[in-house]
């Protein structure tokens, strides 16, 4: 029987469906990510893992490569995997697409609105007990309808973002590697800018791209520079998109308004200025975290690893120049 190693939180019912055709070694995340080298220990001689967050480099598929057929990812995106090492040794990678864009969409409005309408201080205002007179003066926000949104990286999520920020009135203005068609902008209500332009002229830009090479860092002080002194920054892609230290000076000497992280450059572990600033909105990477979408993801993400392993089926695949 093949061993699967799990590092994910998984229901009994995907366990129960696993077991049927796998021996199961398991792992939850919801208290601790295993750094590589407990990675490395624990999932040795697997044939199959089901991943979540976790760090799969390179020096272990080479380490398990006589055993290593195919690695599932609980998520959309990647990088947190060794792509490239995983295809060179026959190491088929699996994704779950598509199944938390309304969820991180969702979120990110949620975000904006918390961090714009001052929504969390306030709570916290009225739960302590602070609130004794008229509350007039109080937590004056921002507006959004009639300001500019931009989304860097309108893919799946991004559009669903576009989507419901129509509703709320705002312009929305976007920056991919390669421009979407007319129609597919038109269908959208979405206009393209350049980065530069992007960054030096929208109120709220919100950051949908994957991380690569070229993204990782993006976000740094001289950014920060030729943004707008009113903006605000919201971080639903990945958190080494932004270089956290750079961040923190630019809401202390106000060069940009305020931002609502959901990711971080070195999470759990987050740049502790960010933890006192009153202009800051922050969640524990939680965009899909919904029963619809996260039930569906553990799901896919189960189905797709069986699917290989058991009939040779490449639904989901991520790199598709496996040989």
């Not at 601790?32 to 272990?60: C, T, W």
């Not at 990678?93 to 598509?98: E, G, I, R, S």
């Not at 001289?222 to 892609?237: E, G, P, T």
Request: proline fraction near 1%.
């Amino acid at each position: 029987m093949q061993k699967i190693f799990i590092h994910c939180r998984l229901r009994e019912e995907e366990l129960k469906e696993l077991r049927k055709n796998f021996l199961l070694r398991t792992h939850s995340s919801k208290n601790i990510i295993l750094n590589e080298n407990d990675f490395f220990k624990k999932a040795a001689g697997s044939h199959g893992v089901i991943s979540q967050g976790n760090i799969i480099n390179k020096n272990f598929i080479l380490a398990n490569k006589n055993s290593l057929r195919a690695i599932s990812n609980v998520g959309v995106g990647y990088d947190n995997i060794d792509i490239d090492a995983a295809t060179r040794n026959g190491v088929a990678v699996f994704n779950t697409p598509n199944l938390m864009n309304n969820a991180v969409a969702d979120l990110t409005m949620g975000l904006i609105i918390s961090l714009v309408r001052k929504i969390c201080v306030g709570n916290e205002f009225v739960k302590s007990g602070k609130w004794k007179g008229n509350s007039w003066s109080l937590f004056w926000g921002e507006n959004l309808c009639s300001e500019s949104l931009g989304v860097i990286g309108l893919g799946n999520i991004g559009k669903e973002v576009a989507k419901r920020a129509v509703s709320f009135g705002l312009k929305v203005f976007y920056n991919n590697r390669k421009r979407l068609s007319e129609n597919i902008e038109k269908q959208y209500k979405v206009s393209y800018l350049h980065f530069e332009e992007l960054i030096a002229n929208c109120k709220f830009i919100v950051l949908l791209l994957p991380l690569t090479k070229k993204s990782k860092h993006l976000f740094t002080k001289r950014i920060f520079q030729k943004m707008r002194d009113d903006s605000f920054l919201i971080n639903v892609a990945r958190g080494k998109i932004i270089k956290e230290v750079d961040l923190v000076d630019a809401l202390v000497k106000k060069k940009i308004a305020g931002a609502a992280l959901d990711v971080f450059e070195n999470e759990p572990n987050i740049e502790r200025k960010l933890l006192s600033l009153k202009n800051v909105v922050l969640m524990p990477h939680a965009g899909s975290a919904t029963d619809v979408a996260r039930l569906a993801m553990m799901k896919l993400a189960c189905s797709n690893l069986t699917d290989y392993l058991i009939k040779g089926e490449l639904n989901n695949l991520v790199n598709k120049d496996l040989r």
